[in-house]
């Protein structure tokens, strides 16, 4: 893949990104950083499909140690914005 | 099928769900779900990426393991009140995973290999630079918010020409490296050191509460630093993902800065809050305070027919959520229409008072948004001020000598009357005095705010 092709993917993504979180309200922006901190976490992808077998040392280290802080990531924000979202409730005990 | 293929065709299904689930945040009725598809969608990631041919599963299964439950257990445990310093951490181990994975990539296939191509070798930089900042930044934001280390700004003579001479030296180390990419590792090396020096000197100088600002624009890095990860070993999810969380952040930094009529600029470089006690006392208000006894509270909300609570970061400090709530369901009993009205930074990150609130099972459809207030501040018949100050100081509106002048506040002043929860007559966090709280329609209820309103409960039901 070109970087000229990369690039732009990238440009059309960040549009897109606008154009969706400025519908965000306020009221949910703290569950929005959470969750966007979960989707962050997509490095977990790029190193997993690189940790190839037979590192040295160094690239065990360097290879893991990026697993372990993107599964963080990950797990920890889905499950914590989950959970936040789980409180926001409507009036009457309505769900 | 190629396998290659397949696994690039489910990384387009989780772009998808993740931005379906972007989408149904726009409201609190769909959020929930949404979150949902984009867990699944990350999943389905996951789950391609862990089809891809030669990979070590021992090492990727470990790590996931030791990330899922510690990443498990920080979010089944941290409490409501410490979420900002859980999303500073989790910036930072954003940015520390995209460093590691250039890094690995650079010492497995370039580092006294061959040279990397010029543009592969930019990212490089790109993402060990933005990486390496975004954690070390994230940990000194985190520092502060659990007060581990002062939350005052922290200044220092010369600091701006310091970080133009550490962003002059980055630049320089930069261009070395992309020109001798396939040699050591020396320059390589020399740049993560900057980076992490970098973002400690640029989240020391900033202040407590300009950390829903600092919080927003480390979330985008993070994202930015992914997106370069994704060029460094060409993965479009990473970009797309990285590009979605990137923006994200921004537009939550733009939101922060309008709310405080700052440019970023001045956030950042500032050091907001060291420089003002000089202007504070020059614009001093002299007046007369008039204290409110429990009873005159409890006597003025009982015959209120509106009441809107307008809470700042004291009621986190206090952790009066669930007292607020309770008093708040004994005045709707009591007939009272009651409203939460929330400042976009009142606390120490965006939406942070929202979510204590509805911890506190307060409907998200009672908060309402500064500029839906406003509006109708003449009808509200006590507006009670809790832990809130700076938020509220009328003076951002008339008075041009003040810090805070331009601001856009939640106009309380303009109610029929307002009572000011607070500890002492201590200014705010911004030192600056507070014309509201001599006004004659003000009265203050002094003490800690949640044994004062555990007392006006107690009032109610007596």
Redo the contacts between chains.
């Keep these: ?1 070109t ?1 000229v092709f ?1 690039t732009f ?2 440009v059309l ?2 549009f ?3 154009e ?36 040295n040392t ?3 280290i ?31 005990g309505g769900k | 099928m190629d396998l290659n293929l397949l ?1 690039n065709f489910s ?1 387009i299904i989780s772009t998808v769900m ?2 379906l ?3 149904m ?5 769909t ?2 779900k949404g ?2 598809i ?2 699944i969608g ?1 999943l389905l ?2 789950c ?3 089809v ?1 041919q ?3 599963y021992k ?2 299964l ?3 393991a ?3 439950g ?3 257990a ?3 445990l ?1 409490a ?1 009140t410490a ?1 900002p310093e ?2 500073a951490i ?2 930072g ?2 940015g ?3 460093l ?2 250039a ?3 650079y ?2 296939k370039y580092q006294g290999l061959e040279s990397a191509p010029a ?1 592969t070798a930019f990212v490089l930089i790109l993402s060990v630079f933005i990486g390496g900042m975004t954690f070390s930044g994230s940990m000194i934001a985190y520092g502060k918010l659990s007060e581990k280390i002062s939350g005052k700004p922290y200044l220092f003579a010369g600091q701006h020409i310091v970080n133009s001479l550490i962003l002059i030296t980055t630049v320089i180390l930069g261009v070395l490296f992309v020109l001798n990419s396939g040699a050591g590792n020396g320059y390589f090396i020399l740049l993560i050191v900057i980076a992490l020096i970098f973002g400690v000197l640029s989240v020391i100088p900033i202040g407590g509460a300009d950390m829903p600002v600092v ?2 624009l480390l ?1 985008s890095y ?2 930015l ?3 370069a ?3 460094v ?20 930094t733009k ?1 922060m800065c309008k709310a405080m009529n700052r440019s970023l600029a001045n956030v950042l470089f500032s050091g907001f809050g060291s420089t003002k006690t000089a202007a504070a006392g020059k614009g001093a208000q002299q007046g007369e305070i008039k204290p409110a006894s429990q009873e005159d509270v409890y006597y003025i909300l009982e015959a209120a027919d509106s009441v809107a609570f307008v809470p700042g970061y004291g009621l986190a400090v206090a952790q009066a959520q669930h007292q607020v709530r309770e008093l708040g369901e004994i005045l709707e009993a009591n007939g009272t229409d009651v409203q939460y009205a ?1 400042h ?1 930074v009142a606390g120490r ?4 008072m ?2 204590l609130l ?2 506190a ?1 307060v ?5 309402i ?1 500064m500029d839906e207030i406003n509006p109708n501040m003449e009808t509200v018949d006590v507006a009670v001020v809790i832990g809130a100050n700076d938020v509220v100081n009328p003076a951002a509106l008339d008075d041009e000598s003040s810090p805070i002048y331009g601001m856009p506040i939640i106009e309380v002043h303009r109610a029929k009357t307002v009572i000011v929860l607070k500890r002492s007559m201590n200014p705010g966090f911004a030192g600056i005095e507070n014309a509201l709280f001599f006004n004659d329609n003000t009265r203050m209820y002094f003490g800690d705010a949640k044994a004062s309103i555990t007392g006006l409960i107690a009032e109610f039901k007596g």
Excluded at chain 2, 349 to 352: D, W
Aim: aromatic share 6%; hydrophobic share 55%.
């Design positions: 893949m970087p990369l993917v990238l993504a960040i897109l990104g606008f969706l979180i400025s519908k965000v309200p306020s009221t949910l922006h703290t569950p929005l950083m959470s969750g966007s901190n979960a989707i962050s976490g997509i490095t977990l992808v790029g190193a997993i499909a690189s940790l190839q077998l037979n590192q160094l690239g065990i360097l290879g893991t140690g990026a697993v372990i802080l993107a599964t963080i990531n990950v797990v920890g924000g889905y499950v914590v914005t989950d959970r936040m979202l789980g409180m926001f409730k409507k009036k009457e | 696994i990384y993740f931005i689930g972007l989408k945040l726009s409201s609190p009725a959020a929930r979150n949902m984009s867990a990350m990631a996951i391609a990426a862990l891809s030669g990979i070590d090492w990727i470990l790590g996931m030791v990330g899922g510690i990443g498990l920080a979010a089944r941290v409501m979420m859980m999303v989790f910036n181990f954003g520390a995973a995209s590691l994975l890094w690995f990539e010492s497995g543009f919080i927003a979330n993070s994202g630093a992914a997106c990860a994704g060029f070993i060409h993965n479009n999810i990473l970009i797309v993902a990285g590009a979605l969380v990137g923006a994200s952040g921004i537009i939550l939101i929330i976009p990150m965006p939406g942070h929202n979510v509805a911890e099972n409907p998200y459809d009672q908060l948004e």
